[in-house]
């Protein structure tokens, strides 16, 4: 059996202290041939503080720009297949973390099944429990209209979320106590997922129109024109700490974030889920977006108020 080689990128922020703990995890990992860390253009010293790691395993590499997490990422995974030419390539946020023999599966699996375009471990919680949302669902232009509707008017909406998301456990849960290897699904978190470098290559890498957000489904809709597959293996796992700053009275943050996420959804809506211009869903999906906004500044304007009387 051939043994695939692997390399790996991993995208910093303003958070070298995580970053440097995963470094120090998986700097000695036998099944990561190469690791490329790529600092985002950070505003404190993180650069400075990735270069003590650079050796001939894992170079550290500053972005000429921040483009965001598809620019950041590209950066690096132009620059690892042009200097080592990888078989596969994984994508690694900083605020995860995985063992050794993690990547040794999965270089199995994509050896065992070549039909397999993607493929990671199972997303854990920092609790050790799978997490709410360890992958995605097909999506069209109906539900997308029908989630944001339900978001701006359903107050029930975070408990059938949470139904949702039981389900999606107990989906993988029964699948890992299974003799199945591989579990189909439509898309994988971005949190840290492993593929093919050629089929990244085939699919342009990342979109970088997107600064953040819909990465995952629009690698899924690329690589299923292409009739690849995106899978999870339930005999491995992975934790996904997701250290973000609480943004309850950080205003200015959470607000650039929903304009972000907004702008994202417009632009993956319009370009790849309805891509025929249907002018209904087009003008649905601004007046819901418009709505959406409404509500987002009115919990905004009660935050503050709550802040206010403390």
Same mark, same amino acid.
């Given at each position: /059996? ?12 303003? %958070? ?7 470094? #120090? ?5 036998? +099944? ?6 790529? %600092? ?17 395993? &894992? ?29 596969? &390539? ?5 605020? =995860? ?10 270089? *199995?699996? $994509?050896?065992?099944?070549? %039909?397999?375009? =993607?493929?990671?471990?199972? +997303? ?11 992958? !995605?669902?097909?999506? @069209?232009?109906?539900?997308?209209? !029908? +989630?944001? $509707? ?11 979320? /949470? ?22 699904? !439509? ?7 492993? &593929? ?9 890498? $990342? %979109?970088?129109?997107?600064? /953040?957000?819909?990465? #995952? ?25 997701? $250290?973000?700053? @609480? ?18 959804? *417009? ?5 790849? =889920? ?15 977006? @418009?709505? #959406?906004?409404?509500?987002? #500044?009115?919990? +905004?304007?009660?935050? *503050? ?6």
């Amino acid at each position: /059996m051939k043994i695939l080689s692997c390399g790996l990128v991993v995208l910093n922020y303003n %958070d070298s202290d995580t970053t440097i703990k995963l470094i #120090e995890a998986i700097k000695n990992y036998d +099944q990561l041939d190469h690791i490329v860390v790529v %600092d985002n253009c950070s505003t404190d010293d993180s650069y400075k503080k990735l270069l003590k790691y650079q050796s001939d395993k &894992i170079k550290i590499l500053l972005s000429p720009k921040n483009g965001g997490y598809s620019y950041g990422n590209n950066f690096g995974i132009k620059y690892l297949i042009e200097n080592f030419n990888p078989d596969i &390539i994984g994508i690694a946020n900083p605020d =995860v973390m995985f063992n050794n023999n993690f990547v040794e599966v999965l270089k *199995k699996y $994509f050896e065992l099944y070549p %039909d397999y375009a =993607v493929l990671t471990g199972i +997303q854990l919680n920092p609790l050790g429990e799978i997490a709410g949302h360890p992958f !995605w669902e097909e999506d @069209s232009a109906k539900n997308i209209l !029908w +989630q944001r $509707f339900t978001e701006i008017f359903n107050p029930l909406t975070k408990i059938f979320n /949470m139904l949702r998301y039981h389900n999606y456990r107990k989906y993988l849960t029964k699948n890992a106590q299974s003799k199945n290897e591989i579990v189909q699904v !439509w898309a994988v978190e971005g949190s840290l997922f492993f &593929i093919r470098a050629l089929d990244f290559l085939n699919i342009g890498l $990342f %979109d970088e129109n997107l600064f /953040m957000y819909y990465e #995952e489904c629009i690698i899924s809709r690329k690589l299923q024109k292409l009739n690849r597959k995106i899978g999870i293996c339930p005999k491995i796992d992975y934790k996904h700490f997701h $250290f973000y700053a @609480s943004d309850f009275y950080d205003y200015s943050r959470t607000r650039l974030r929903h304009k972000i996420f907004c702008s994202s959804l *417009k632009y993956y809506f319009v370009n790849y =889920v309805n891509p025929n211009k249907n002018e209904l869903y087009n003008k649905l999906f601004n007046l819901l977006a @418009s709505l #959406e906004n409404i509500k987002f #500044e009115i919990k +905004q304007a009660v935050k *503050k108020l709550i802040n206010y009387h403390q």
